[in-house]
């Protein structure tokens, strides 16, 4: 297990042993537990353990900065003394720098007091093998990790500020396929015992049985259903490269000279809460700020973007905690959204569809051009054409290149189904289903 | 003690370890990452920092079963706890399924390997080092378009023991360095990015400091500027079918995601399916000779090719580096594999070569992202070996097409087949000349067809490797670097630009 304990005294040791005139020192651990399987057995049986102790310094104006990943006392000196010894050899001071933040109220962190999720191997081989039964005994072949992970974070700088989180996840994740079909569930949740790992086995498994025997359709617009992973692969994008202060001034965000006006349809609401009850992540920035909900669009108006506290700075207001690991080209990055739930559920939304398309996951989503946020990518584990209302046939894979900022002006429903969903490069939301009209289908694919 | 000696004690003593607890084979890999990171924005130094990263992973096999733990403290103590752990996990995991491992075998190599270079970039001064990103990034910003400017270095050296129960004993030294500058300009609500010599970083090679200096980043900057701003008014990408030629660094891309990530067959075999994917190149294809590309397209995997991101004297599970054909003269050739996964390509070779093969060996594609990661089959480097084209004889064969340059954009379905890229740069050929310079050059295709339509490789003079500094893979996710050689080339009548 992490010793929270024992991270902090590193830190605290840092600090004591630099001679800097500001000092930061980061302290990160990680212990994940993870069974990946196939077919009829574990391809890779693992527990892994990381740590990383980061010293920020600052020397007559200059910066410098050293991480080891080795949590002693003597390496954690002489990260201390590398960081000096960069911040003395740089030649020019650090531009606009901003004193180290000092202690923050403890009650704004709210932090979450999360037991880790302790490693079990047998209870997670049970239940992988659990998994891979359900998909024999449905002539199905599987794929999937089942994975718990703590990950503890420090941070204390010179100044005062000195805080600790563990966060917690446990995810399971489940493809299956037979015949020419596949299909993919996934659960994640702060706790091991938050997920239903039949109820992840049936979803997967009733996907790939539906999805056999998929026909192509004409690529073009269509109305379609996304499911919450599948708008969870879009709207980090947003996240990455729209809500942050910095990307709106240097013009790369689709909100540059927009805030404050309808960018989307007037039933889009999104915040960054990391405080939601289903959200994972930790409750300070890479400064060691604490992370505020921040409503960044309310009804399609953008009203606020994230900011660190250099960006807030320029701005004229105070931090919203989303400072990435300092010292950072990215600026404050939107880290934890949350795309306000409709009424009812995913089926809800199929009626009064004539003729459109369900959406389990996109594969592989990109951006083609961030103004517009225009986003490719493809259709993956479970395509169906749905007619006057009724989820049918499969159909085969399909390419989108798709605005999202038009696509969520088209929005014309919301589920009430979020839930906490991640996408292939990284990444948490909490999203509902969402239908859209007009979407566009670019090109298709063989399967 | 010297670091080489105290991580092979602790080695041993980790394999006995795990012996003693049951394991019937085990290796173990201890070893350090020291990096130096260094970038410059907007006038600024923005990143400034050194790392050291030390740790070790015992892996097992039990029964045939999988285990594998690892950590960062390097005490007797806690070699013994995750070596332990190791053998828990793989007799655990031996109650999730019937299915067991096979392992390929190799001989047990000992050796030791260092990669080559010339000037050790650890002892550039840093001083020397942010004066080059200023100068560089002074000339990127000098007009007012330019809203963003970035030059950045990036320096790794990485040791690392691997010793076996079988007896392998391993020491390798590989040196990386890499460099780039880009350039973002806004102006009237269009944005645009230059980069160079490469996108995401610059590019990479396995190499010392005298990398950085061969590329001239200062005397590039100006030119990657102009682009950048010449993009602000340029015409949007044509839609429909053109000839297309593709610059040696976004055919490295192409040739990473659309053959390298297809032909891993641990891909192949589902064990990627939850995540990045399968392949359509399925085990049927080798046995059966399938047609990936036309009769030009060679396609050379070489773990041995100086310089190469990959390139190293053994792989993560111990076996030697070895260089063969994944495409021959268009024919599927040759997968990617590891010693898990190496007797499904030997099951499914060619007859004639099944009869000369007496036992599965692997290709030397099991690579880890530091020795705390479980190994996985990686791309290793894979070039399209060159043609007998000159570029400008190229581009003056060429009737109606488009010259796309600058990795942008990529994505790929999860077999592989169908892609679509957007590149920073193009321009417009009519009538074999230059004409019109394009934003957002795209194109789209579907592997097989895009391969087969190759019809002309600039030469050896063009033909360069390519860095790819941030391939990911595996759950949980691991980044591995490699590079890929490839020249100038045209595709016939492939689709570009996209329809509203």
Known sequence: MLHPERATRLAEAALRTSKADETEVVVEQLEQELNRFTADHPVQNLVRRLSRVSVRVRVDGHEGKA????????????????????????????????????????????????????????????????????????????????????????????????????????????????????????????????????????????????????????????????????????????????????????????????????????????????????????????????????????????????????????????????????????????????????????????????????????????????????????????????????????????????????????????????????????????????????????????? | MHEREEWTQLGRRAIDVARRAGAQWADVRIGRTESEELAVRNGAVCTLEKEDQTGFGVRVLVDGAHGFASGFELTPDEVDRVAALAVELARAGRGAGPGRLSWAAEPAWRDVWTSPFMIDPFAVPIDRKIDLLLRADGILRAKPEITASHASMSFRRESQVLLSSDGADLFQVTLRSGAGISATAHRDGETQCRSYPAAFGGQYLQAGWELVESMDLVGNAERCREEAIELLSAAPCPVGEKDLILSGDQLALQIHESVGHASELDRVQGWEANFAGTSFVDTGKLSGGFRYGSDLVNLVADATVPGGLATIGYDDDGVRSQRWHVVRDGV????????????????????????????????????????????????????????????????????DGVYMAGVKCWSIDQQRLNFQFTCEYGWEIKGGKRARTVKNPTYQGITPQFWRSCDAICDDRHWRLWGVPNCGKGQPMQVAEMSHGAAPTRFRKVSVGVSE
Request: proline share 6%.
């Open chain 1, 67 to 447: 991480s080891t990943g080795t949590a002693t006392d003597d390496a954690v000196r002489r990260c201390v003394a590398q960081a000096i010894d960069v911040a003395k050899r740089t030649p020019r001071p650090a531009a606009d720098l901003l004193p180290l933040p000092e202690a923050q109220p403890a009650a704004d962190y709210r932090l979450r007091g999360r037991d880790p999720v302790a490693p079990d191997p047998a209870d997670t081989a049970r239940s992988v093998g659990a998994m891979t039964a359900r998909a024999r005994a449905e002539g199905c072949r599987a794929a999937g990790i089942q994975s718990a992970e703590n990950e503890l974070r420090v941070v204390m700088n010179s100044r005062g500020l000195s805080v600790a989180d563990l966060d917690t996840r446990s995810e399971i994740s489940l493809t299956c396929f037979r015949d020419d079909g596949a299909g993919w569930a996934s659960e994640v949740a702060p706790h091991r015992t938050g997920i239903d790992v039949d109820a992840v086995a049936r979803r997967a498994v009733g996907k790939t049985l539906a999805s056999r025997d998929a026909k192509p359709v004409a690529p073009g617009h269509w109305t379609v259903i996304l499911e919450p992973p599948a708008v969870a692969s879009l709207l980090l994008f947003a996240a990455y490269r729209g809500f942050g202060a910095q990307q709106v001034e240097e013009g790369t965000s689709f909100l540059a000279g927009r805030v404050g006006e309808q960018v989307f349809g007037d039933g889009i609401s999104i915040a960054d809460d990391v405080h939601h009850p289903q959200a994972v992540g930790h409750v300070f920035d890479g400064e060691g700020m604490p992370r505020r909900t921040v409503p960044l669009v309310e009804r399609g108006v953008a009203r606020n973007l994230v900011h660190d506290r250099t960006t807030a700075h320029r701005y004229g207001c105070r931090s919203t905690g989303h400072a990435t690991p300092q010292p950072s080209s990215d600026g404050p990055i939107a880290s934890n959204l949350v795309l306000a739930p409709g009424a009812g559920a995913t089926e809800d939304l199929l009626r009064g569809v004539d003729k459109g398309i369900l959406v389990t996951q996109f594969h592989y989503t990109n951006m083609v051009e961030p103004t517009q946020l225009t986003l490719t990518g493809m259709t993956r584990n479970g395509t169906f054409l749905v007619s006057r209302g009724e989820v049918g046939p499969a159909v085969k894979n399909m390419r989108f290149t798709q605005s999202l900022v038009e696509a969520l002006r088209r929005v014309t429903g919301i589920g009430g189904d979020a839930r906490l969903a991640s996408a292939l490069f990284g990444g948490y939301t909490v999203v509902p289903s969402v239908r859209i009209d007009g979407f566009n289908f670019s090109s298709g694919t063989e399967f």
């Open chain 2, 332 to 399: 599927f050739s040759g997968y990617l594999t590891s010693r898990d996964v190496a007797h499904f390509e030997s099951q499914n070779a060619p007859a004639a070569e099944r009869a000369a093969s007496s036992a599965p060996r692997s290709r030397g594609c099991s690579r880890a992202e530091g020795p705390w990661n479980v190994p996985i089959v990686r791309i290793s480097n894979l070039s399209l070996m060159p043609g007998r084209w000159d570029f400008d004889s190229l581009v003056a064969d060429t009737e």
